[in-house]
């Protein structure tokens, strides 16, 4: 079992409180084995039986497939569950559910719920009216909803939808509105409905005019003559017959109202926590896991510095949703790992005469109700960096990862493209950094970032807190961020700029400025001269013709600067500054007249209305299923996360894994492929190459023109060349990267472009779909309009959910095989 060694905590020597990590699952009692601290919570709940590296535990899992493996990365909410938590400071012996107990928790160290109640998703739903202490009647309305409305195709990522919106309802006080349920639903992804029927079957449960649902219509009796009866809507058929076209029958989908469900039921019905976990002292935790790793939770700081003088090269870990990442996806290698989420004085959010203090483990979305708070009780003028936080904090990631990341999670990882680190720059913070011996010091927010993912921090040091100043009268302070979507999504470029000014004589004097940027160079970037510039001039159109034009020479992106979009990403800098200048100007008195009306618009805040769609079709009525909406067999087993997929299927005992040996080159000879590093692996049970396939090497789903595993040359990276089987998933993805292949580079043609001008095309270009006679068209006459150019457009990568994988087996000696396959 895990415990902490006591030589590290005397206080503990005497103690007798159990030193085991506990959580409950959907109400039953797990202890968490000692040597497991390289697990997920995801790999836990979803494992029927634990098996180690080459090690089986014996370990028993709980085999709750119902989450799923998505992305891995904390990007598509396939693995969302619900975490309760217990309110220490309200000292109320009962639960409430926060919205931010929704975690991630492919993405967090098992042991990190140690004093919480997970509460997965899975079973039927009458199994889980038993297993679960929550009101399970508005789980079912919510899975009904989804299954009724067509929420789920492959419905590969409805048990996480179903739970982020569960989360929801159960922590609101009220009905959520529209907006809240969109906003709780950026952080899950479906790559088949196109989210229509999803918000359409959560909308029942918003506080909004549910007319759709109810059919109690709140437009006048002309109006409601175009509400079509098939889509709800207003719509072109006209039609208020349900015999018409584009006409839904008797027997569709009547989505429940929220009157129906009975919404106030699961306000009124508390939830409970387990009566142990709120006894229970909470104790420092020592686990290890596979390979050496060691996991702490300290509960001091104290002994959170102690550990890190012990071990200069341990990680500090809170939300993990880097750190996970680094160690999964990047595959680095981290011996000691210690969690501070329990520390007290990194979890501080204290407001000060001067500003406010935000303790390095405090999670986004704490911060985020905090500055909420602060806004409405502080005079306006002192909030302004504030005001800007929560609008970067509203468009950072997704809620799942908002609560669970940290503050100075996001400061140390220094990403280039981090949302906060222009913001905690421009708006003058400071940073209180802390070393082993508890000397403390404190730097500049403008001054910590050194270059890519390096920070003003000693092994030996850690960051303790940061201090947001309040501003003064006639500072102003605004975020910017360009993705390539609005939710969800890193930046292209994003950045925080302030200005202070000062009135005399009735025209506007900068006194100071700061401006800062992410996405244009290795790290978060001040603009420098631009600052210098700006300090001591008048706040006119002038200037702002002549800062343009400094900035432009100060943020400098080379032709060939990682990222690409160079262009668009130097216009986008000198374009915040723009909007930054007409939204300043605009409070200004004496400057707001000079604003052409043509440039108002630059400063309106992007404002995404709620979704609305709708779907016109024509019922067909065969007398059977075929032309009329059905809710699908599959339904009601994805709802409830009954469907299995290739993925949920347990292996059985001597299961092997297998992993694709890749090229890594774009076109290249294979000179050599060596496998002896492989085969001495952990696990390792064989290697099989072209020369191992015992029947034509050749596939392809008509013309068999593609290699299985390539043989002597390989055209693109990722191009398979081979299989590694292990014993267990991991230990194959790791022999397979030390499958040593030896190429000879070959010339490789990488766009369109290259492949023209070299004369290489398809062999089979004769087959081509050709409809009319474009050059007749266009000397017609007849086009209204002729548009020519070029236009490039790169791959799309797919954000990708359910996982490629197969399950294979043989009968009958071998002489018959089985495979279960996703598609
Ligand atoms: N996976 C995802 O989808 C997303 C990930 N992120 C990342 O998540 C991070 C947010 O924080 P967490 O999950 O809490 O990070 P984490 O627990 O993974 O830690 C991130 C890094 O910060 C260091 N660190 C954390 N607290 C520290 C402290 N007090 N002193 C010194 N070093 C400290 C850690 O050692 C680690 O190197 C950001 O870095 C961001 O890049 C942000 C948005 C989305
Ligand atoms: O500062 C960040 N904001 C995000 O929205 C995001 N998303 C992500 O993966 N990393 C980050 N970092």
Redesign the pocket.
Known sequence: MGSLKNDENPQLQTSKVSYEPLLYVNGVRRVLPDGLAHLTLLEYLRAKLIMGHSTFFGAKGIGLTGTKLGCGE??CGACTVMVSSYDEKSRKCFLKMFFQTLCYQCLLSTSIFCRRNACDYSGRIGKLQESLYICALNMKSLQESMAQAHGSQCGFCTPGFVMSMYALLRSSQTPPSEEQIEECLAGNLCRCTGYRPIVDAFRVFAKTNDMLYTGISSVSPEEAKSICPSTGKPCSCNSNNVNDKCVVGDNRYKATSYDEVDGTKYTEKELIFPPELLLRTATPLSLTGFGGLMWYRPLTLQHALDLKAKYPDAKLIVGNSEVGIEMRLKRLQYRVLVSVTHVPELNVLNVKDDGLEIGAAVRLSDLLSVLRKVVTERDVHETSSCRALIEQLK???GTQIRNAASIGG?ICTA?P????NPLWMAVGANFRIIDSKGNSRTTLAENFFLGYRKVDLASSEILLSVFLPWNKRFEYVKEFKQSHRRDD???IVNAGLRIHLQETSEIWVVADASIAYGGVAPCSLSAKKTKDFLIGKVWDQNLLQDALKVLQNDIILKEDAPGGMVEFRKSLTLSFFFKFFLWVSHQLDGVKESIPASHLSAMQPVHRPTITGSQDYEIMKHGTSVGSPEVHLSAKLQVTGEAEYADDIQLPLNGLHAALVLSRKPHARILSIDGSEAMSSPGFVGLFLAKDVPADNKIGPVVYDEELFATDYVTCVGQVIGVVVADTHENAKTAARKVNVKYEDLPAILSIKEAINAGSFHPNTEKCLIKGDVDQCFQSGQCDRIIEGEVHIGGQEHFYLEPHSSLVWTLDGGNEVHMISST
């Open positions: 904390g990007g468009w950072f990631a996001n990403s493209i981090s949302d906060l999504d890193i930046a």
